[in-house]
């Protein structure tokens, strides 16, 4: 949350309808990266939106927040997590030293509680104490219930009922911190849809209500809202490569659903050009729409739930169903950041299958007593199949975004012993 | 332009096309302006329709599961335009016309006798190539005005809309409610402040005396998942059935003002 500008907000490429021409607006925040994000709902939310966007603006200034949003990040939530040289598994690969962001190792068991401190935090100053969320794979979920728990606020959780059977462990974890968990029946009942019953809850109730929204999508400012929460990662994950190795990685890779985790470990490199960066979505069990959820591998520009990026889309415009093994991943579009990142050439993006995430998930374990959720283990099975490829001397950065207790469930499905 | 209200309340009717099918949306339209509606909204359905209801909804998954796309919305506009004055409106989620391309979009449009469009979400401030694109081809866009908008929100929607102002009568998805909010009377008279164009309420119209009473305040009434509603349940007689609960719908409110 330090005030640095960004790359490319204040890029010229134009929004797919157009610069907004004749009506210069004062924006506290860019809005845009490239032609990618903007702020597409219906009127209901506009105002909310805007008044969102200006307390946030008001918010990110302010030192009693900013110290108070990392009080809470150190005692609460437990950072700075470690970065944690993964001896055997750079041994067994012989090639690149990796290194692992140990963001699993954080209260609830994933990043996601940073952005649920910073936007519970905002909520309460813009006095609002109806906390809606959505959560696919539930960590998002569960780090909402905790924050609303700590500060004394009512919390309702929109899930698939897809993702509330594979996920089952996180839904009680929930209920047990006192969040009202609503199944979504519609669609392919997982994230996509908890998000449109989560906005419609929000239009309805917008009044009284915060959307604490779980990853850098929708309508701005919560794709740099949410990105300015998770900047921590990066933070410090550069800060302790050069402490452990005197300079900077090769590579970061880091897996993307909307992308939260990804953007928050990549975001601190942005500048150094030497540091690849590598997205790893989910590769799913095909190559056809419908069976992965890989969007710069088949999806093109449109607008989904807010905002203007990749989408998995038919010709019509009609949003595609997607699948992956991991509930966090399986979602049609991407952050819009990631979008620009991409048309930049800043980013790279590859997708792993459900089976190497699995493998990866597995081979982890055994090689480092550490068990990633399967969204994480997506950048590990990248990290697997890179790593011999490259020198001796490269660093590898993977940011380990949750821990796989909440998997257990699919993995005793899918691992043979 | 054909989008006159000839009557106070005029109606707007909604349909979800595709639902069961074109043609029958084609003759449900056709029903419902026999029965006294003065624009008529051509629903194209999207698969995440966040600002529906369950109604709605529904009625967008059965009209997509066979394929229901904007090509298809705009034929059968074009036919209704062969038979009839009314109003026609294209009442989309912005992503069908992007990927359709607006450019195209509007042609298409203006060439089948559509009067105007409403994109559920594409707010003002997002609308500047859209606004030069229908202008270009004479197509009104209408902007929703929500409880919520302030001011100067509110002086945006109508001074970008054309053709009429569509006010929300209250926070929330479409469907209906028992009654309508004290929101959508003082949202209209705050609209009025800044136009002269007709102003029309929606989001939850479906009884004989909701919509006499958005009569006593505003020009129309927009009637959708009631109508959608009758679709469903009726198999078979969808026209007849939507036509029957409009003329009860409006029987009694447009007598009463001695005009119907």
Redesign the interface.
């Known amino acids: 949350m330090e005030e640095t500008t960004s790359n490319g907000q204040d890029s010229t490429a134009s929004?797919?309808?157009?610069?907004?021409?004749?009506?210069p607006?004062v924006r506290a925040i860019p809005g845009r990266f490239g032609s990618y994000g903007?702020?597409?709902?219906?009127?209901?939310?506009?105002?909310?939106l805007q008044e969102l966007e200006a307390a946030y603006a008001v918010a990110r200034k302010d030192k009693a927040f900013r110290n108070e949003f990392h009080r809470l990040l150190a005692d609460f939530a437990g950072r700075p997590t470690p970065l944690f040289l993964a001896e055997r598994l750079t041994q067994e690969l012989g090639g690149a030293r990796i290194y692992l962001k140990r963001e699993d190792l954080l209260h609830t068991g994933a990043h996601k509680i940073n952005n649920c401190i910073g936007q519970a935090l905002l909520a309460r100053r813009m006095g609002k104490h109806r906390i809606i969320a959505e959560t696919g794979a539930g960590q998002h979920g569960v780090a909402t219930a905790t924050v609303c728990a700590l500060f004394g606020m009512e919390c309702v959780v929109y899930m698939g009922t897809e993702d509330m059977r594979r996920q089952e462990l996180n839904v009680f974890r929930m209920k047990l911190l006192g969040a009202e968990v609503r199944g979504v029946d519609?669609?392919s009942r997982t994230l996509?849809d908890a998000i449109?019953e989560a906005?419609?809850d929000w239009?309805?109730?917008?009044?009284t209500t915060h959307y604490l929204l779980g990853s850098v999508l929708g309508a701005h400012p919560y794709p740099t809202m949410v990105r300015d929460f998770h900047r921590v990662i990066g933070q410090e994950a550069r800060k302790q490569v050069l402490k452990a190795e005197s300079r900077l990685p090769s590579a970061v890779i880091a897996c993307v659903g909307g992308g939260s985790n990804a953007i928050g470990v990549f975001y601190e490199f942005i500048k150094d050009r030497e540091v690849k960066l590598i997205g790893v979505e989910a590769g799913g069990r095909g190559h056809s729409l419908g069976e992965h959820a890989a969007r710069f591998d088949g999806g093109g520009?449109?607008?989904?739930?807010?905002t203007y990026s990749y989408?998995l889309?038919d010709?019509?415009?009609?949003?595609a169903l997607t699948h992956s093994v991991s509930a966090g991943l399986d979602y049609p579009a991407i952050g819009p950041e990631h979008a620009w990142l991409h048309d930049q050439g800043r980013a790279e993006y590859v997708s792993a299958s459900d089976q190497e995430a699995l493998d990866a998930c597995l081979k982890l374990a055994r090689m480092e007593g550490i068990i990633p959720a399967l969204e994480s283990a997506h950048a590990i099975a990248e990290c697997i199949k890179r790593a011999p490829k490259m020198d001796k001397s490269d660093i590898v950065i993977v940011n380990v975004s949750g821990r796989g207790d909440k998997d257990i469930g699919i993995l005793r499905e899918n691992v043979a012993f | 332009m054909a989008i006159i209200f000839k009557q106070r309340p005029g109606l707007v009717a909604y349909i979800t096309c595709g639902d069961p099918s074109l043609d029958i949306s084609r003759e449900v339209a056709l029903a419902a302006i026999r029965a006294g509606a003065d624009v008529i909204e051509l629903g194209v359905p999207f698969s995440d329709p966040v600002a529906d209801g369950p109604v709605i909804q529904r009625a967008s998954e059965r009209a997509l599961r066979h394929g229901t796309n904007l090509a298809g919305v705009l034929q059968v506009a074009k036919q209704l335009r062969q038979q009839s004055n009314a109003g026609l409106i294209i009442f989309s989620y912005l992503n069908p016309i992007l990927q359709f391309g607006l450019e195209r979009f509007c042609a298409a449009a203006a060439e089948a006798g559509v009067d105007g469009a409403l994109v559920t979400d594409l707010p003002v401030e997002e609308a500047a190539e859209y606004l030069r694109a229908m202008k270009s081809r004479k197509l009104a866009p209408v902007f929703l005005a929500a409880p919520t908008s302030p001011e100067k929100r509110l002086r945006d929607v109508a001074k970008h809309s054309r053709g009429f102002v569509y006010a929300i009568s209250r926070t929330g998805i479409t469907g209906t409610r028992q009654e309508l909010a004290g929101d959508a009377r003082s949202l209209v008279e705050r609209l009025r402040v800044h136009t002269k164009l007709p102003i029309a309420v929606g989001f939850g119209v479906s009884t004989p005396e909701q919509f006499a009473e958005v009569g006593s305040f505003a020009d129309a009434a927009v009637v959708g998942s009631a109508i959608v509603q009758r679709i469903e349940q009726n198999p078979g007689r969808e026209a007849a059935a939507v036509s029957e609960f409009l003329a009860s719908l409006t029987g009694t409110a447009q007598g009463a003002v001695g005009k119907g």
């Open positions: 929004p797919p309808l157009g610069k907004p021409g004749k009506q607006r903007g702020r597409y709902v219906p009127e209901t939310l506009m105002a909310a519609s669609g996509k449109n906005m419609r239009v309805t109730n917008v009044r520009p449109g607008v989904l739930q807010g989408v889309q010709q019509g415009g009609q949003i």
